[in-house]
């Protein structure tokens, strides 16, 4: 059974840079687009990015000037970074698995979550 | 890209039915078979219960059922329970540099 655990820093200063990482436990790494979103409190998800093993990545326009998501396939781990951070950028911040295959919509697999919170 | 309109509630006995909406346009919902619901307990992940419009993921309840009607997708909850009190999203791939947009999240109380 495939089990995503992420962790980092979840107490930054605004301007800071936020910095994730999540592993990929039983299963594999290929054939499967490797996601970050968020929830800010009370508000609904917000997909932030994806990348694939060969690290293909793709970037929502919104965030896109301030987002880096990069993979290490020796250990099965990709990450996010999220440069000049602001109170906007707090949120519950997740892992996911997305299916490369064109016929399987839907993130199967989420991380445990990690509270981001940007306070000075 | 805007964000899916969901209702923002609603209720049901236990026993009961009821039908969540998620509604998009065309370069959304309408145009591809490509919808996703997720069933977020609070303090837990959110958790896939319906991939490409109609499919349920191995080990979710037969009670979860999913349709599209033009700009439109549905979650149907069948005998509702306690259990099922959470929040849910529906996600739709758009066509765009965005492949997940999300819905404003509906949540369903159990009387």
Redesign the interface.
């Known amino acids: 059974q495939v089990q995503l655990q992420q962790w980092g820093a979840g107490l930054l200063k605004p301007s800071e840079t936020l910095s994730l990482t999540c592993a990929v436990y039983g299963g594999s790494f290929s054939g499967y687009y490797w996601t970050w979103l968020r929830q800010p409190p009370g508000k609904g998800l917000e997909w932030i990015g994806e990348i694939n093993h060969s690290g293909s990545t793709n970037y929502n326009p919104s965030l896109k000037s301030r987002v880096a998501i990069s993979v290490d396939t020796s250990k099965n781990q990709f990450s996010l970074k999220l440069s000049s951070l602001t109170a906007a950028d707090m949120a519950m911040y997740y892992c996911a698995r997305a299916h490369e295959q064109v016929d399987y919509y839907g993130l199967d697999v989420w991380g445990q979550g990690t509270t981001v919170t940007v306070s000075s | 890209q805007s964000?899916l309109t969901q209702p923002a509630s609603v209720s049901g006995s236990p026993g009961q039915w009821l039908t969540l909406s998620c509604t998009g346009t065309s370069i959304d919902v309408g145009g591809?078979d490509?919808?996703?619901w997720?069933q977020h307990h609070p303090g837990k992940?959110?958790?896939?219960i319906?991939?490409?419009v109609t499919n349920r993921?191995s080990g979710v309840s037969f009670r979860f059922s999913g349709s599209k009607s033009g700009n439109t997708a549905s979650l149907t909850i069948s005998g509702l329970q306690a259990e099922d009190e959470a929040d849910y999203?529906c996600?739709s791939?758009t066509g765009t540099?965005?492949?997940?947009?999300?819905?404003?999240?509906t949540k369903v109380t159990v009387l």
Not at chain 2, 45 to 48: D, I, S, T
Not at chain 2, 97 to 105: D, L, N, R
């Open positions: 964000a591809y490509s919808v996703s997720y992940a959110p958790k896939l319906i991939y490409d993921p999203y996600s791939f540099s965005t492949p997940y947009v999300f819905g404003t999240g």
